[in-house]
């Protein structure tokens, strides 16, 4: 009986388990699950059996992957795959996939509970502003940003987008302005949304020659990752520029003098919540649990990252 290993050092909502344990008995697979694990070690022992993997933010690396020699294939319940090393699982004919859009509405209304936060001052009893009119810069243009730019048209902001990967036209076609580069987004924008990966080309992309370019009150979101910041040069910008904020989903690595040096204006959630949602978890876990079945029984490869 083939074995699925659910690996979640931030586990699933109940429901969202459930659904995956019953999608694999009706598959005539067996579940099992490290939920919570602190160690490592916890997870090389857990995968010595598994057939599959279902990880969220867990790292996944050759290491793991060695110590796993039935492990035919690992999904990451999510979008972001950085955290799986595509390389050793091609070596070790491992098929990677991740569950692209299933999370992408519980990350998107977390950008505007960040910002909401954000503009009337974290709630510190002082007159904030409204979103209303404001204009918000979206960088990549995917799942999530779609989601960002459906929301935002509902608080009435002007939309606008830029997308290395997505032609403008494209941007245009879903009703939203494309901006012609990065640096136009972040000079035109009262607000910018980070959705873009943390890639080779976009890790530290995010630093003080870009971020300075906004107007004065500009606010940055990070929903995306904390590598795509270079985390040195915002903070010196952001000590000269004292108009500005800066609002995380997941603490930089220098939390500790962001918070000192960026009292009031910076606020970083103490754990990823984006996708911390019951039906983001019910809808990224149960995809997962539905593409390894695929792979297993069928041989499906959609949503294949190591081709
Ligand atoms: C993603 O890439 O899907 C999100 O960042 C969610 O990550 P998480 O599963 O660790 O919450």
Same mark, same amino acid.
């Given at each position: 009986?083939?074995?699925?290993?659910?690996?979640?050092?931030?586990?699933?909502?109940?429901?969202?388990?459930?659904?995956?344990?019953?999608?694999?008995?009706?598959?005539?697979?067996?579940?099992?699950?490290?939920?919570?694990?602190?160690?490592?070690?916890?997870?090389?022992? *857990?995968?010595?059996?598994? !057939?599959? &993997?279902?990880?969220?933010? $867990?790292? /996944?690396?050759?290491?793991?992957? =060695?110590? %796993?020699?039935?492990?035919?294939?690992?999904?990451?319940?999510?979008?972001?795959?950085?955290?799986?090393?595509?390389?050793?699982?091609?070596?070790?004919?491992?098929?990677?996939?991740?569950?692209?859009?299933?999370?992408?509405?519980?990350?998107?209304?977390?950008?505007?509970?960040?910002?909401?936060?954000?503009?009337?001052?974290?709630?510190?009893?002082?007159?904030?502003?409204?979103?209303?009119?404001?204009?918000?810069?979206?960088?990549?243009?995917?799942?999530?940003?779609?989601?960002?730019?459906?929301?935002?048209?509902?608080?009435?902001?002007?939309?606008?987008?830029?997308?290395?990967?997505?032609?403008?036209?494209?941007?245009?076609?879903?009703?939203?302005? *494309?901006?012609?580069?990065? !640096?136009? &987004?972040?000079?035109?924008? $009262?607000? /910018?949304?980070?959705?873009?990966? =943390?890639? %080779?080309?976009?890790?530290?992309?995010?630093?003080?020659?870009?971020?300075?370019?906004?107007?004065?009150?500009?606010?940055?979101?990070?929903?995306?990752?904390?590598?795509?910041?270079?985390?040195?040069?915002?903070?010196?910008?952001?000590?000269?520029?004292?108009?500005?904020?800066?609002?995380?989903?997941?603490?930089?690595?220098?939390?500790?003098?962001?918070?000192?040096?960026?009292?009031?204006?910076?606020?970083?959630?103490?754990?990823?919540?984006?996708?911390?949602?019951?039906?983001?978890?019910?809808?990224?876990?149960?995809?997962?649990?539905?593409?390894?079945?695929?792979?297993?029984?069928?041989?499906?490869?959609?949503?294949?990252?190591?081709?």
């Amino acid at each position: 009986m083939a074995k699925i290993l659910v690996a979640t050092e931030k586990p699933f909502s109940k429901v969202a388990v459930d659904g995956i344990r019953k999608v694999t008995e009706e598959a005539g697979m067996e579940l099992a699950l490290l939920e919570k694990y602190t160690e490592k070690a916890e997870l090389l022992q *857990a995968v010595a059996d598994a !057939d599959a &993997l279902i990880v969220r933010s $867990d790292k /996944v690396d050759a290491e793991v992957i =060695a110590a %796993a020699p039935n492990l035919k294939i690992v999904v990451r319940a999510g979008a972001g795959y950085d955290n799986l090393d595509l390389e050793a699982c091609t070596r070790a004919g491992v098929v990677a996939m991740n569950t692209p859009g299933q999370n992408a509405n519980s990350v998107a209304e977390l950008v505007f509970g960040l910002l909401v936060m954000a503009v009337r001052n974290f709630y510190d009893g002082t007159s904030g502003t409204e979103l209303l009119g404001k204009r918000l810069g979206i960088l990549a243009f995917g799942n999530v940003g779609r989601n960002v730019a459906r929301i935002a048209k509902g608080f009435g902001m002007e939309v606008m987008a830029y997308d290395a990967f997505c032609p403008a036209e494209a941007i245009e076609k879903a009703g939203v302005k *494309a901006a012609s580069c990065q !640096d136009e &987004l972040f000079e035109q924008c $009262d607000v /910018v949304s980070l959705h873009i990966p =943390a890639t %080779a080309e976009t890790r530290n992309s995010i630093n003080a020659a870009l971020v300075g370019k906004m107007h004065k009150g500009g606010i940055l979101v990070n929903t995306a990752r904390k590598e795509v910041i270079d985390e040195a040069s915002l903070l010196q910008l952001m000590q000269e520029r004292t108009d500005l904020k800066y609002i995380a989903d997941i603490k930089p690595d220098m939390h500790d003098e962001y918070a000192k040096a960026l009292a009031g204006r910076y606020f970083a959630t103490p754990k990823k919540m984006g996708a911390q949602t019951a039906e983001a978890n019910v809808n990224a876990g149960i995809a997962a649990a539905h593409q390894i079945v695929g792979y297993l029984k069928d041989g499906i490869t959609k949503f294949q990252l190591n081709k």
